[in-house]
Protein backbone atom coordinates (compact mmCIF):
# COMPACT_ATOMS: atom_id res chain seq x y z
CA UNK A 1 0.00 0.00 0.00
CA UNK A 2 1.28 3.60 -1.09
CA UNK A 3 0.38 7.09 0.56
CA UNK A 4 1.06 9.55 -1.58
CA UNK A 5 0.25 13.09 -0.28
CA UNK A 6 -0.56 15.12 -3.36
CA UNK A 7 -0.61 18.98 -4.10
CA UNK A 8 -1.84 21.08 -7.23
CA UNK A 9 -1.19 24.43 -7.68
CA UNK A 10 -0.85 24.73 -12.20
CA UNK A 11 -3.85 27.34 -12.16
CA UNK A 12 -6.44 28.68 -9.99
CA UNK A 13 -7.32 25.98 -7.70
CA UNK A 14 -5.19 25.28 -4.71
CA UNK A 15 -5.30 21.60 -4.16
CA UNK A 16 -4.34 19.21 -1.41
CA UNK A 17 -5.09 15.18 -1.47
CA UNK A 18 -4.27 11.85 0.07
CA UNK A 19 -4.32 9.21 -2.50
CA UNK A 20 -3.80 5.49 -1.65
CA UNK A 21 -2.40 2.98 -4.29
CA UNK A 22 -3.41 5.73 -7.28
CA UNK A 23 -7.28 5.06 -6.93
CA UNK A 24 -8.80 5.76 -3.92
CA UNK A 25 -9.06 9.30 -2.06
CA UNK A 26 -8.52 9.29 1.33
CA UNK A 27 -9.03 13.14 1.40
CA UNK A 28 -9.03 16.00 -0.72
CA UNK A 29 -9.51 19.59 -0.74
CA UNK A 30 -10.11 22.28 -3.52
CA UNK A 31 -9.97 25.33 -2.34
CA UNK A 32 -11.17 27.68 -6.01
CA UNK A 33 -9.84 31.04 -6.24
CA UNK A 34 -13.04 32.60 -8.23
CA UNK A 35 -13.27 35.56 -5.40
CA UNK A 36 -9.59 36.51 -5.96
CA UNK A 37 -9.96 36.88 -9.59
CA UNK A 38 -13.91 37.52 -10.57
CA UNK A 39 -13.20 41.27 -10.53
CA UNK A 40 -10.50 41.11 -13.14
CA UNK A 41 -12.92 38.39 -15.38
CA UNK A 42 -9.71 36.08 -15.86
CA UNK A 43 -7.08 34.57 -13.97
CA UNK A 44 -4.60 37.06 -12.69
CA UNK A 45 -1.00 34.75 -12.47
CA UNK A 46 0.55 37.26 -9.61
CA UNK A 47 -2.74 36.96 -7.33
CA UNK A 48 -2.68 33.23 -7.78
CA UNK A 49 0.18 32.47 -7.03
CA UNK A 50 0.01 34.46 -3.55
CA UNK A 51 -3.24 32.68 -2.93
CA UNK A 52 -1.63 29.18 -3.41
CA UNK A 53 1.05 30.23 -0.99
CA UNK A 54 -1.47 31.48 1.51
CA UNK A 55 -3.85 28.04 1.43
CA UNK A 56 -1.54 25.47 0.77
CA UNK A 57 -0.29 24.90 3.74
CA UNK A 58 -3.42 24.98 5.80
CA UNK A 59 -5.54 22.25 3.22
CA UNK A 60 -2.12 20.31 3.77
CA UNK A 61 -3.35 20.33 7.64
CA UNK A 62 -6.47 19.68 7.20
CA UNK A 63 -5.89 16.80 4.35
CA UNK A 64 -3.85 15.08 7.06
CA UNK A 65 -6.57 15.84 10.00
CA UNK A 66 -9.59 14.75 8.19
CA UNK A 67 -7.54 11.32 6.97
CA UNK A 68 -6.48 10.95 10.79
CA UNK A 69 -2.76 10.05 10.24
CA UNK A 70 0.19 12.09 10.68
CA UNK A 71 3.31 12.55 8.61
CA UNK A 72 5.18 9.09 9.18
CA UNK A 73 2.44 7.20 7.50
CA UNK A 74 2.94 8.93 4.30
CA UNK A 75 4.74 7.18 1.90
CA UNK A 76 5.64 10.09 -0.94
CA UNK A 77 5.21 13.54 -2.00
CA UNK A 78 3.75 14.48 -5.63
CA UNK A 79 3.41 17.90 -6.99
CA UNK A 80 1.98 19.33 -10.57
CA UNK A 81 4.87 20.75 -12.50
CA UNK A 82 3.72 21.67 -15.17
CA UNK A 83 2.44 22.54 -17.57
CA UNK A 84 0.51 25.67 -15.79
CA UNK A 85 1.42 28.91 -14.17
CA UNK A 86 5.07 29.07 -13.30
CA UNK A 87 4.86 31.56 -10.24
CA UNK A 88 1.87 29.09 -9.31
CA UNK A 89 4.05 26.24 -9.87
CA UNK A 90 6.98 27.41 -8.15
CA UNK A 91 4.99 27.78 -4.94
CA UNK A 92 3.40 24.03 -4.92
CA UNK A 93 6.86 22.18 -6.05
CA UNK A 94 8.66 24.51 -3.23
CA UNK A 95 6.03 23.51 -0.23
CA UNK A 96 6.13 19.69 -1.16
CA UNK A 97 9.84 19.68 -1.74
CA UNK A 98 10.13 21.73 1.17
CA UNK A 99 8.03 18.60 3.42
CA UNK A 100 9.56 16.12 1.48
CA UNK A 101 12.93 17.40 2.91
CA UNK A 102 11.71 17.72 6.73
CA UNK A 103 9.56 14.35 6.53
CA UNK A 104 12.81 12.54 4.62
CA UNK A 105 10.39 11.38 1.59
CA UNK A 106 10.69 11.69 -2.03
CA UNK A 107 8.84 13.91 -4.02
CA UNK A 108 7.44 13.14 -8.23
CA UNK A 109 7.10 15.87 -10.41
CA UNK A 110 3.68 15.20 -12.21
CA UNK A 111 2.43 16.30 -15.42
CA UNK A 112 -1.20 17.72 -14.42
CA UNK A 113 -2.55 17.01 -18.60
CA UNK A 114 -1.56 13.16 -17.28
CA UNK A 115 -3.62 14.18 -14.04
CA UNK A 116 -6.65 14.65 -15.70
CA UNK A 117 -6.71 11.13 -17.81
CA UNK A 118 -5.13 9.36 -14.77
CA UNK A 119 -9.06 11.24 -12.60
CA UNK A 120 -10.32 8.43 -14.29
CA UNK A 121 -9.06 5.86 -12.12
CA UNK A 122 -10.43 7.22 -9.14
CA UNK A 123 -13.28 6.05 -10.37
CA UNK A 124 -12.97 3.29 -12.36
CA UNK A 125 -9.99 1.58 -10.48
CA UNK A 126 -9.78 -1.07 -13.03
CA UNK A 127 -9.67 1.20 -16.24
CA UNK A 128 -6.57 -0.11 -18.02
CA UNK A 129 -4.53 1.20 -21.24
CA UNK A 130 -4.81 0.86 -24.21
CA UNK A 131 -7.32 3.96 -23.90
CA UNK A 132 -8.37 7.24 -26.03
CA UNK A 133 -8.43 10.21 -24.17
CA UNK A 134 -9.89 13.62 -24.77
CA UNK A 135 -8.49 15.76 -22.58
CA UNK A 136 -10.42 19.54 -22.46
CA UNK A 137 -9.43 22.10 -20.57
CA UNK A 138 -8.60 26.20 -20.15
CA UNK A 139 -5.32 25.62 -21.88
CA UNK A 140 -5.85 21.99 -23.86
CA UNK A 141 -8.23 20.72 -26.70
CA UNK A 142 -6.26 17.63 -27.03
CA UNK A 143 -6.75 13.80 -28.28
CA UNK A 144 -4.48 11.50 -27.25
CA UNK A 145 -4.04 7.47 -27.37
CA UNK A 146 -2.59 5.74 -24.59
CA UNK A 147 -0.99 2.31 -25.55
CA UNK A 148 0.30 1.75 -21.65
CA UNK A 149 0.71 3.29 -18.27
CA UNK A 150 2.80 6.92 -18.69
CA UNK A 151 3.13 6.71 -22.23
CA UNK A 152 0.84 8.78 -25.01
CA UNK A 153 0.97 9.56 -28.25
CA UNK A 154 -1.22 12.76 -29.31
CA UNK A 155 -3.66 12.27 -32.34
CA UNK A 156 -4.81 15.80 -32.52
CA UNK A 157 -4.77 18.80 -30.49
CA UNK A 158 -6.02 22.38 -30.96
CA UNK A 159 -4.59 24.48 -33.49
CA UNK A 160 -5.55 27.91 -32.00
CA UNK A 161 -7.92 28.34 -28.24
CA UNK A 162 -8.22 25.39 -26.20
CA UNK A 163 -12.15 24.44 -25.82
CA UNK A 164 -12.28 26.37 -22.02
CA UNK A 165 -10.54 29.17 -23.51
CA UNK A 166 -13.35 29.21 -26.12
CA UNK A 167 -16.48 29.02 -24.21
CA UNK A 168 -14.85 31.59 -21.94
CA UNK A 169 -14.37 33.85 -24.09
CA UNK A 170 -17.55 33.49 -25.62
CA UNK A 171 -19.00 33.88 -21.98
CA UNK A 172 -17.23 36.76 -22.00
CA UNK A 173 -18.49 38.47 -25.62
CA UNK A 174 -22.08 37.56 -23.98
CA UNK A 175 -21.29 39.45 -20.95
CA UNK A 176 -22.14 36.19 -18.84
CA UNK A 177 -20.09 36.86 -15.96
CA UNK A 178 -17.31 35.18 -14.27
CA UNK A 179 -16.43 31.75 -14.48
CA UNK A 180 -17.87 31.82 -17.95
CA UNK A 181 -17.75 27.76 -19.04
CA UNK A 182 -19.90 26.75 -16.52
CA UNK A 183 -22.48 30.00 -16.81
CA UNK A 184 -22.74 29.36 -20.43
CA UNK A 185 -23.58 25.87 -19.92
CA UNK A 186 -26.30 26.83 -17.55
CA UNK A 187 -27.62 29.47 -19.82
CA UNK A 188 -27.17 26.86 -22.73
CA UNK A 189 -29.76 24.42 -21.31
CA UNK A 190 -32.47 27.16 -21.50
CA UNK A 191 -31.82 28.30 -25.13
CA UNK A 192 -32.45 26.61 -28.18
CA UNK A 193 -29.21 25.54 -30.23
CA UNK A 194 -31.19 25.21 -33.93
CA UNK A 195 -32.79 29.12 -33.22
CA UNK A 196 -29.13 30.90 -34.23
CA UNK A 197 -27.08 28.40 -35.55
CA UNK A 198 -23.31 28.22 -35.87
CA UNK A 199 -20.97 26.98 -37.86
CA UNK A 200 -19.25 23.20 -36.69
CA UNK A 201 -15.79 23.65 -37.30
CA UNK A 202 -14.26 20.92 -39.15
CA UNK A 203 -10.52 19.69 -39.35
CA UNK A 204 -9.39 16.73 -42.14
CA UNK A 205 -7.18 15.62 -39.49
CA UNK A 206 -8.09 14.97 -35.73
CA UNK A 207 -7.41 18.58 -34.95
CA UNK A 208 -9.67 21.36 -33.81
CA UNK A 209 -9.80 24.77 -34.17
CA UNK A 210 -12.27 26.97 -32.56
CA UNK A 211 -11.50 30.64 -33.59
CA UNK A 212 -14.31 30.40 -36.54
CA UNK A 213 -16.69 29.66 -34.32
CA UNK A 214 -15.81 32.39 -32.14
CA UNK A 215 -15.66 34.92 -34.97
CA UNK A 216 -18.86 33.71 -36.18
CA UNK A 217 -20.55 34.16 -32.82
CA UNK A 218 -19.04 37.80 -32.34
CA UNK A 219 -20.00 38.56 -35.75
CA UNK A 220 -23.71 37.55 -34.75
CA UNK A 221 -23.75 39.27 -31.88
CA UNK A 222 -22.48 42.32 -33.91
CA UNK A 223 -25.40 41.67 -36.73
CA UNK A 224 -28.21 41.57 -34.18
CA UNK A 225 -27.39 45.26 -32.71
CA UNK A 226 -25.12 44.56 -30.07
CA UNK A 227 -24.71 42.63 -26.80
CA UNK A 228 -26.94 45.09 -24.95
CA UNK A 229 -29.85 44.69 -27.32
CA UNK A 230 -30.29 40.79 -26.63
CA UNK A 231 -33.05 39.74 -25.03
CA UNK A 232 -32.48 36.91 -22.41
CA UNK A 233 -34.02 34.76 -24.78
CA UNK A 234 -32.07 35.31 -27.60
CA UNK A 235 -28.55 35.55 -25.58
CA UNK A 236 -29.63 31.71 -24.47
CA UNK A 237 -30.02 30.64 -27.86
CA UNK A 238 -26.87 31.83 -28.91
CA UNK A 239 -25.04 30.17 -26.10
CA UNK A 240 -27.22 26.69 -26.93
CA UNK A 241 -26.20 27.50 -30.26
CA UNK A 242 -22.43 27.73 -29.35
CA UNK A 243 -22.18 25.16 -27.43
CA UNK A 244 -23.49 22.73 -29.51
CA UNK A 245 -21.41 23.66 -32.25
CA UNK A 246 -18.19 23.60 -30.04
CA UNK A 247 -19.28 20.07 -28.79
CA UNK A 248 -19.99 18.53 -31.96
CA UNK A 249 -16.40 19.38 -33.20
CA UNK A 250 -15.35 18.04 -30.24
CA UNK A 251 -17.30 14.19 -30.39
CA UNK A 252 -16.86 14.11 -34.12
CA UNK A 253 -13.25 13.68 -33.82
CA UNK A 254 -13.09 11.63 -31.04
CA UNK A 255 -15.89 9.66 -32.48
CA UNK A 256 -13.11 9.41 -36.13
CA UNK A 257 -10.09 8.96 -33.47
CA UNK A 258 -12.28 6.09 -31.92
CA UNK A 259 -12.65 3.96 -35.42
CA UNK A 260 -9.24 4.84 -36.25
CA UNK A 261 -7.95 3.06 -33.11
CA UNK A 262 -10.43 1.00 -32.04
CA UNK A 263 -9.65 0.53 -28.14
CA UNK A 264 -11.76 -0.62 -25.21
CA UNK A 265 -11.48 2.25 -23.17
CA UNK A 266 -12.36 5.87 -23.74
CA UNK A 267 -11.80 8.99 -21.14
CA UNK A 268 -13.13 12.15 -21.57
CA UNK A 269 -11.43 14.48 -19.01
CA UNK A 270 -10.26 18.16 -17.60
CA UNK A 271 -12.58 20.81 -16.69
CA UNK A 272 -14.67 21.27 -20.04
CA UNK A 273 -15.52 17.77 -19.14
CA UNK A 274 -17.74 19.36 -16.76
CA UNK A 275 -19.73 20.55 -19.22
CA UNK A 276 -23.59 18.96 -19.67
CA UNK A 277 -23.88 18.52 -23.37
CA UNK A 278 -20.30 16.99 -23.72
CA UNK A 279 -21.09 14.28 -21.09
CA UNK A 280 -24.19 13.40 -22.75
CA UNK A 281 -23.02 13.47 -26.58
CA UNK A 282 -19.68 11.65 -25.71
CA UNK A 283 -21.96 9.00 -24.50
CA UNK A 284 -24.00 8.72 -27.40
CA UNK A 285 -21.39 9.05 -29.77
CA UNK A 286 -18.99 6.56 -28.23
CA UNK A 287 -21.91 4.02 -27.61
CA UNK A 288 -21.05 0.46 -27.32
CA UNK A 289 -17.84 0.76 -28.87
CA UNK A 290 -16.02 1.12 -25.47
CA UNK A 291 -16.28 1.57 -22.36
CA UNK A 292 -16.31 5.52 -21.26
CA UNK A 293 -15.37 6.95 -18.07
CA UNK A 294 -15.81 10.35 -17.62
CA UNK A 295 -14.96 11.40 -14.20
CA UNK A 296 -17.69 13.17 -11.70
CA UNK A 297 -17.54 17.02 -11.57
CA UNK A 298 -15.11 17.51 -8.61
CA UNK A 299 -12.70 15.29 -10.39
CA UNK A 300 -12.58 17.27 -13.81
CA UNK A 301 -11.75 20.55 -13.11
CA UNK A 302 -8.24 20.93 -11.14
CA UNK A 303 -7.73 18.67 -8.13
CA UNK A 304 -4.63 17.33 -6.31
CA UNK A 305 -6.72 13.67 -6.18
CA UNK A 306 -5.76 13.40 -10.10
CA UNK A 307 -1.97 14.25 -9.31
CA UNK A 308 -1.77 11.38 -6.93
CA UNK A 309 -3.84 8.91 -9.56
CA UNK A 310 -0.81 9.92 -11.87
CA UNK A 311 1.57 9.64 -9.88
CA UNK A 312 1.72 6.04 -9.20
CA UNK A 313 2.96 5.68 -13.01
CA UNK A 314 5.26 8.74 -12.90
CA UNK A 315 8.93 7.82 -12.94
CA UNK A 316 11.17 9.78 -10.13
CA UNK A 317 12.94 12.38 -12.27
CA UNK A 318 13.16 16.25 -12.17
CA UNK A 319 11.61 18.79 -9.93
CA UNK A 320 12.01 21.31 -12.43
CA UNK A 321 8.81 23.90 -12.82
CA UNK A 322 7.56 23.69 -16.51
CA UNK A 323 4.90 25.57 -17.70
CA UNK A 324 4.87 24.72 -20.80
CA UNK A 325 5.23 20.85 -20.64
CA UNK A 326 3.51 18.22 -23.25
CA UNK A 327 2.81 14.72 -22.69
O1 LIG B 1 -9.00 21.66 -16.21
P1 LIG B 1 -9.41 23.00 -15.71
O2 LIG B 1 -10.08 23.08 -14.36
O3 LIG B 1 -8.18 23.97 -15.65
C1 LIG B 1 -7.16 23.91 -16.60
O4 LIG B 1 -6.27 23.03 -16.45
O5 LIG B 1 -7.25 24.69 -17.57
O6 LIG B 1 -10.35 23.64 -16.83
C2 LIG B 1 -10.90 24.92 -16.69
C3 LIG B 1 -11.76 25.22 -17.91
C4 LIG B 1 -12.23 26.66 -17.95
O7 LIG B 1 -11.99 27.19 -19.23
C5 LIG B 1 -13.71 26.55 -17.65
O8 LIG B 1 -14.48 27.57 -18.23
C6 LIG B 1 -14.04 25.21 -18.26
O9 LIG B 1 -12.94 24.40 -17.92
N1 LIG B 1 -15.28 24.64 -17.72
C7 LIG B 1 -16.41 24.46 -18.45
C8 LIG B 1 -17.40 23.95 -17.55
N2 LIG B 1 -16.82 23.85 -16.31
C9 LIG B 1 -15.54 24.29 -16.43
N3 LIG B 1 -16.67 24.67 -19.74
C10 LIG B 1 -17.91 24.38 -20.19
N4 LIG B 1 -18.90 23.90 -19.40
C11 LIG B 1 -18.69 23.67 -18.09
N5 LIG B 1 -19.67 23.19 -17.32
ZN1 LIG C 1 -6.40 21.29 -15.64
Redesign the pocket.
Known amino acids: MTLTLALES????SSVALVQDGRSILSSFVHTQLLEHAAYGGVVPELAARAHLERLPALVQAVLAEAGVGPSAIDQLAVTRGP?LAGCLLVGTGLAQGLATAWDRQVLGVN?LWG?VYAARLTEAQLEPPLLALV?????SDLVLMPEHGRFQVLGRTRDD????A??KA?RMLELGY????L???AARRGGAGRQPLPIPALPDLGYSFSGLKTALLYRIRDLGGVQRLSPELRDDLCAAF?HSLVEALVRQLNRALTLNPVPEVVVC???A???M?RRRAAEVVGRRARLTIPP?AL???NAAMIGAAAEYTAPGTLAVDPGLGW
Open positions: SCDEGHHVSGAHAAGEFDAPGGPLDHEGGVANSLLCTD
